[in-house]
């Protein structure tokens, strides 16, 4: 069945350090991928998405590129802060479906 | 606006007895998604309805899990009979349509069963 993997957490940075939490997913066709925030104590928010290979997805300083080869569509930034501390969940979306499937989550703490 | 609201944040139940929870969607929107986000599981899709579409229940775990969805609006997650295992955090989402891409997630109903 679909199923998407994300790197295991927790995941502990510094302040301005360089993040990447890897997710790869098995689907067959071409997804919709996406990457939900979970911010302590508040609902999952939409990050950013991509509908179609080699499509960037990006917000708040947050890139995704959708790579159909590696099955892959890591979120990477540049430089944390500790306001970027939360749950990242990378989620498929099949054509023609309407659920979403979920990877585990990432716990990710950037420290001052 | 208002985004997608939920009832009760929380819930603490006996083991047996049955619990309702409450969603609103976002005003306008015609799809609506139950899912559950639980320790083991992680966040699993229980239950999508669809304007006046018979719903795709194809997530829900066991027949103890029921939902409903008044007037193309507001939608009831009823589970009988609870046990240990149903605890967790259920989420509500809301979209435009059943093919849009984007859901909006509630806050969720924290439940524990006793």
């Known amino acids: 069945g679909d199923s998407v993997t994300q790197m295991e957490g927790p995941v502990t940075l510094s302040e301005e350090a360089f993040l990447t939490i890897n997710c790869t997913y098995t689907?067959?066709?071409?997804?919709?991928l996406f990457w939900y925030v979970q911010y302590p104590g508040e609902g999952l928010q939409l990050l950013l998405k991509?509908?179609?290979?080699?499509d960037k997805g990006s917000n708040k300083g947050f890139e995704a590129t959708y790579r159909k080869e590696t099955t892959s569509f890591h979120l990477e930034k540049g430089s944390v802060q500790v306001s970027d501390s939360a749950v990242y969940f990378c989620?498929?979306?099949?054509?023609?479906?309407?659920?979403?499937?979920f990877g585990q989550g990432t716990r990710l703490t950037i420290n001052p | 606006g208002a985004g997608v609201s939920q009832s009760p944040s929380n819930k603490v139940t006996e083991k047996g007895k049955d619990v309702e929870l409450r969603c609103d969607p976002i005003?306008?929107?015609?799809?609506l998604y139950w899912y559950r986000q639980s320790l083991g599981q992680g966040l699993e899709f229980l239950i999508y309805?669809?304007?006046?579409?018979?719903?795709?229940k194809s997530g829900l775990p066991s027949d103890r899990f029921s939902a409903e969805r008044t007037g193309g609006s507001v939608s009831t997650l009823t589970i009988q009979r609870t046990q240990q295992e149903d605890s967790a955090v259920y989420l509500c989402a809301s979209s435009t349509s059943g093919g849009a891409d984007t859901q909006y997630f509630g806050p969720g109903t924290r439940l524990t069963v006793l």
């Open positions: 309805f669809q304007g006046n579409s018979a719903p795709d």
């Open positions: 991509a509908t179609k290979a080699d």
């Open positions: 689907a067959t066709g071409y997804p919709s």
């Open positions: 005003s306008g929107h015609t799809a």
């Open positions: 989620a498929l979306k099949k054509q023609g479906a309407q659920k979403l499937v």
